[in-house]
């Protein structure tokens, strides 16, 4: 079992940044790919970004190019999501995930595990 743990978020004016992290616990010997998913009230979740487990490559949603960057301290079993000029329609929860094998980043079903989620909420 892996147990996620998200944090950072809060409320931001447009144009902000802010930085979530996910912290891992559990089985994290067994190293996982790791994404970031969100989800805005009355829409489905949706991806936003992924990683894979050694960190050199990166998936992004079109929405969050150039805007979003995800990196990882595997040493710390931490995910990290840097947002930049963000947009009131960025205003979603944010969940992150483990997955063992990753085959489609931007499914969610492809994910193992999820932590509880953190509200971002940015003002106009």
């Known amino acids: 079992q892996v147990h996620l743990v998200e944090s950072g978020g809060g409320l931001v004016q447009a144009g902000g940044s802010l930085r979530l992290s996910c912290a891992a616990s559990?089985?994290?010997?067994?190293?996982?790919?790791m994404g970031w998913f969100r989800q805005a009230p009355g829409k489905e979740r949706e991806f936003v970004l992924g990683?894979?487990?050694?960190?050199?490559?990166?998936y992004y949603a079109d929405s969050v190019k150039g805007r979003f960057t995800i990196s990882r301290d595997n040493a710390k079993n931490t995910v990290y999501l840097q947002m930049n000029s963000l947009k009131p329609e960025d205003t979603a929860v944010y969940y992150c995930a483990a997955s063992a094998t990753m085959n489609q980043p931007s499914n969610a079903a492809s994910y193992d595990y999820w932590g509880q989620g953190t509200q971002v909420t940015v003002s106009s």
């Open positions: 990683i894979s487990r050694s960190g050199r490559t990166t």
């Open positions: 559990g089985r994290t010997d067994s190293n996982y790919a």
